[in-house]
């Protein structure tokens, strides 16, 4: 059983901050900034694209952005799905201050830069899927 299951069957203890019967609400271990949350839902799914209910993960996270936006004083709460850590889908959410150290939204930017020509191949790769 992975590590988010466990905390959702209360295996493992966690700082929540909400819970209701699908979702968790809880505050990362390993913060990034101060109040950094994730949005769980408890039954297991790797990826959060393979939720059956997808639109009510992503209304408890505005909720929760809403509440942290208030307890941070602070318009600026980051959203970030990486899929690089737990396999299970999950949300993170970072109230940001303009000087926490965290910097702009954080990017590498392709090298060599695409060229209008790449860009268009692009786009038709992408809408040939839709
Ligand atoms: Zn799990």
Request: hydrophobic fraction near 40%; glycine fraction near 4%; proline fraction near 8%.
């Amino acid at each position: 059983m992975c590590v988010f299951c466990k905390i959702a069957k209360g295996e493992i203890p966690c700082h929540k901050i909400y819970e209701d019967e699908e979702f968790l609400a809880i505050l990362d271990i390993n913060p990034v900034v101060k109040g950094h949350t994730l949005v769980i839902p408890k039954k297991h799914v790797e990826w959060v694209w393979d939720m059956q209910n997808y639109p009510a993960l992503m209304e408890r996270v505005k909720t929760l952005a809403l509440v942290l936006r208030k307890a941070f004083n602070t318009p600026w709460v980051a959203e970030g799905i990486a899929g690089i850590d737990v396999p299970h889908a999950h949300v993170h959410l970072l109230p940001r201050q303009v000087d926490d150290g965290l910097g702009a939204f954080p990017h590498k930017l392709q090298e060599p830069k695409p060229t209008d020509e790449d860009l268009k191949s692009m786009a038709d790769k992408i809408k040939q899927n839709i």
